[in-house]
């Protein structure tokens, strides 16, 4: 998907807005006046920085997704959606650019927010991947007004490299203007909410990993993500949701009972020559398997009725 985005030549005011937001990322990474940022998984690490207005504020976000680049790139395309924006209307401009509005709600007495932006993505060498927003720079088509709402801004960019062929650094900088009047602790709140979508990204992914392909490190980010307290869910209904989400999980539990299924049919065949099998098959079925001891007293009374017989017959 990413190589047909490119096969349209970038403008020269798309160039323009990948330059500026690349520019922008390298003065956060280059930047002290960061302070750490709250994030939904200790897997994930973020920063951000007050820049100057009152109503702008940058932030960063950092996680690895286990996924290849390509796999990566068409999931966010194609089925990454945040449920706190509504009113979205997407529009492809061309291969490589959209257009999208969207809306989000705010808290009385604060008026709603909505954006118009233009998403590009872009293949910047073989192991790199950009995705980027910015304020549409396209006209802007006749449509309804809202005046309840606030036009807010925002540029960000995903910066999405290939660590190795099932791995992927996701890197996320983004810089908001909420415009209009905003409280600074509602854009503190939301701005670690809107930065948190490559944590999903990398919990939907993990979920995929087959029981094969699992390493040490597989099992500190399943274990991580188990423990992870959401809607107050209780410990049940964590390991009940991730087992069923889990297909690494599934398959154990499917190995284990094509085993169990594999034991009592070599049983059952066995049955053709072992006179004894019949006893065995429904101890195995219970789930209890008799022991050598009890095989061995069994035959022995058998031994014995048999001599009886004979001795009864010769008198």
């Not at 940058?58 to 390509?70: A, M």
């Not at 910066?159 to 996320?172: A, D, G, H, Y």
């Amino acid at each position: 998907m990413a190589a047909e985005a490119d096969d349209e030549p970038f403008s020269s005011q798309e160039n323009d807005a990948i330059a500026t937001l690349l520019n922008l990322a390298s003065l956060i990474d280059q930047s002290h006046n960061t302070k750490k940022m709250a994030t939904p998984s200790p897997l994930a690490q973020a920063k951000k920085y007050i820049a100057t207005g009152s109503h702008v504020t940058t932030g960063y976000f950092t996680t690895l997704v286990r996924s290849n680049l390509q796999g990566l790139i068409k999931f966010i395309n194609e089925e990454d959606t945040r449920s706190e924006l509504f009113d979205q209307h997407n529009e492809k401009h061309n291969n490589h650019h959209s257009i999208k509005y969207y809306a989000m709600a705010c808290p009385n007495p604060v008026s709603d927010r909505e954006w118009h932006v233009s998403i590009m993505t872009k293949t910047l060498n073989s192991k790199t991947i950009l995705k980027v927003c910015v304020p549409c720079f396209i006209e802007e088509k006749l449509k309804d007004v809202h005046p309840d709402r606030v036009r807010a801004e925002i540029r960000s960019i995903y910066k999405l490299t290939k660590i190795s062929n099932t791995t992927t650094r996701v890197e996320f900088y983004a810089e908001i203007e909420f415009g209009g009047i905003a409280p600074r602790h509602l854009i503190n709140r939301r701005l670690p909410m809107y930065m948190s979508g490559p944590t999903k990204w990398q919990e939907h992914f993990q979920h995929l990993r087959m029981l094969r392909e699992l390493t040490s490190e597989d099992g500190v980010a399943m274990g991580t993500m188990l423990t992870l307290v959401k809607n107050n869910n209780s410990v049940v209904t964590r390991l009940t949701t991730f087992i069923s989400m889990n297909v690494a999980l599934k398959v154990s539990e499917r190995s284990e009972r094509a085993l169990r299924k594999t034991r009592i049919q070599t049983r059952i065949r066995a049955t053709t020559t072992n006179p004894f099998a019949p006893s065995s098959l429904g101890a195995e079925i219970e789930g209890e398997l008799p022991t050598s001891r009890d095989d061995d007293a069994g035959h022995s009374q058998k031994q014995n009725r048999a001599r009886g017989k004979e001795k009864a017959s010769s008198r």
